[in-house]
């Protein structure tokens, strides 16, 4: 067989068997291996590592995409400086994501601005890096589909996909009442989830107040009994973020017109 027939043979198995980085790849790493002296094996082996790793930076990259996180962001970015109550020691342990291998729950309450939603957002990324299925919804958004889905009788089929999460992030409880309708599809989505789904949720209220916004003191204590059966509660009661910010901004013009005089 000659060369040029081997290479094409080659090159249209590799697609037909889905191998894109072994195609990508597979002349460059045969020179790297052959100015090393390195044998056959190596250079499988190799051509298998980058493979691998691409399949799985996609894979993670699919995670991200079907989550539908607002904003992306990590821990990295976080200032815990500014919310130096906050048990950073908690965090950094939930980051390694054990807790959704033990069906457990987290809750992270605090004033609006304190950065509750950039750890949730920070948790749940690295649920996607670790190989995790998770779905980001705020309160009000996840509660408004619940509805529309009861109504175009496609409920039981999302609820479906949320049980086959093994994350689902619930931002923002508290800030919008819930109908009676939506209140009891969300307390059947907890309810469901229940030592079957890790849940992560931000509210700004504290847990005698969550009636205000379920409507019912029952409907109440049994949400609350089943979140918080298995849970690590992270509280952030610091200064609002966001308007610490807005005031550096509305300084900034003065400073500099000052420092100009």
């Not at 080659?10 to 597979?26: D, G, V, W």
């Not at 004033?111 to 890096?129: D, E, P, R, V, Y």
């Not at 039981?156 to 919008?176: I, P, T, W």
């Amino acid at each position: 067989m000659s060369e040029a027939k081997a290479t094409v043979l080659l090159q249209h198995y590799l697609k037909q068997l889905k191998l894109p980085s072994f195609l990508r790849e597979y002349e460059k790493l045969a020179a790297v291996c052959q100015q090393e002296r390195d044998d056959y094996q190596t250079y499988l082996l190799r051509l298998a590592e980058v493979e691998l790793a691409d399949r799985e930076r996609r894979a993670a990259e699919r995670r991200v995409k079907a989550a539908r996180f607002p904003v992306l962001k990590t821990l990295d970015t976080f200032d815990f400086k500014a919310q130096p109550a906050l048990n950073q020691e908690l965090v950094r342990q939930l980051l390694r994501g054990e807790y959704m291998d033990q069906r457990e729950n987290v809750l992270l309450i605090g004033n609006s601005g304190t950065g509750k939603t950039h750890l949730a957002t920070a948790l749940a990324f690295a649920a996607c890096q670790q190989g995790r299925s998770v779905r980001f919804f705020s309160a009000t958004s996840l509660v408004t589909q619940l509805l529309e889905k009861r109504q175009d009788r496609e409920l039981e089929r999302f609820q479906k996909q949320l049980e086959r999460l093994e994350l689902l992030v619930l931002d923002e409880l508290g800030y919008v009442p819930f109908s009676k309708a939506g209140a009891e599809l969300l307390f059947d989505v907890i309810g469901r989830a229940y030592e079957r789904t890790s849940l992560i949720v931000t509210t700004n209220l504290p847990f005698e107040e969550w009636t205000e916004i379920m409507g019912s003191e029952r409907l109440t204590g049994a949400l609350l009994d089943r979140l918080t059966h298995r849970v690590h509660i992270l509280e952030a009661n610091g200064p609002s973020y966001r308007l610490a910010e807005a005031k550096r901004r509305l300084k900034a013009p003065a400073g500099k017109a000052k420092a100009g005089g």
